[in-house]
T-cell receptor, first 110, second 114 residues
Framework: SQQGEEDPQALSIQEGENATMNCSYK?????LQWYRQNSGRGLVHLIL?????REKHSGRLRVTLDTSKKSSSLLITASRAADTASYFC??????????FGKGTRLSVIA | DAGITQSPRHKVTETGTPVTLRCHQT?????MYWYRQDPGHGLRLIHY???????DKGEVSDGYSVSRSKTEDFLLTLESATSSQTSVYFC?????????????FGSGTRLTVV
């Protein structure tokens, strides 16, 4: 069963706007990761945040983690049409395999 | 994706036939994984490997077997394909053995069982 659940399932915004996606999970984790998947392609690793971190930045990406609420958010600032993709959160506990959520489909309209 | 290739990219097979998918890596990573992706389900783990001849089951392992006789190759076999195994299959490698690392995914194999 899925550990992470993304919200919303789908999101449509205009180019230049910010996009926020949320992820909730159920059990304790070592880290939480976000991936992007373009249509017909494999997943690409975007960013990893450890359980003892609260916020992390990478370019236009900002990830937050609240372990007390078992939730994370991914913010993409100044969205571009090229950001159109599905975004997945995945949780890791020790050496156990990543468990993925069902994803958020982001459409950025030019 | 760099360092990991899946073959074939597409396959159509008949119900009841065995099918083997191959994942090949060039970077000597210890951990390798097979996931399937279906609409409404996201990615679900089938099997994974933590070394040569060391494998374990995932969430949806029924009807699948795996083998890893060398570090670079991880094979997924559908012993007798069924229509419910029509899916996109992704192989992944973990970029490190200890600590916090992300995965690199292959481009996927689209399998259709008719």
């Amino acid at each position: 069963s899925q550990q992470g659940e993304e919200d919303p399932q789908a999101l449509s915004i205009q180019e230049g706007e910010n996009a926020t996606m949320n992820c909730s999970y159920k059990t304790s984790i070592n880290n939480l990761q976000w991936y992007r998947q373009n249509s017909g392609r494999g997943l690409v690793h975007l960013i990893l945040i450890r359980s003892n971190e609260r916020e992390k930045h990478s370019g236009r990406l900002r990830v937050t983690l609240d372990t007390s609420k078992k939730s994370s958010s991914l913010l993409i600032t100044a969205s571009r049409a090229a950001d159109t993709a599905s975004y997945f959160c995945a949780t890791a506990g020790g050496n156990t395999p990543l468990v993925f959520g069902k994803g958020t489909r982001l459409s950025v309209i030019a | 994706d760099a360092g990991i290739t899946q073959s074939p990219r597409h396959k159509v097979t008949e119900t009841g036939t065995p099918v083997t998918l191959r994942c090949h890596q060039t970077e000597n990573h210890r951990y390798m994984y097979w996931y399937r992706q279906d609409p409404g389900h996201g990615l679900r783990l089938i099997h994974y490997s933590y070394g040569v001849k060391d494998t374990d089951k995932g969430e949806v392992s029924d009807g699948y077997s795996v083998s890893r006789s060398k570090t670079e190759d991880f094979l997924l076999t559908l012993e007798s394909a069924t229509s419910s195994q029509t899916s996109v299959y992704f192989c992944a490698i973990r970029l490190g053995s200890d600590g916090d690392y992300g995965y690199t995914f292959g481009s996927g194999t689209r399998l259709t069982v008719v």
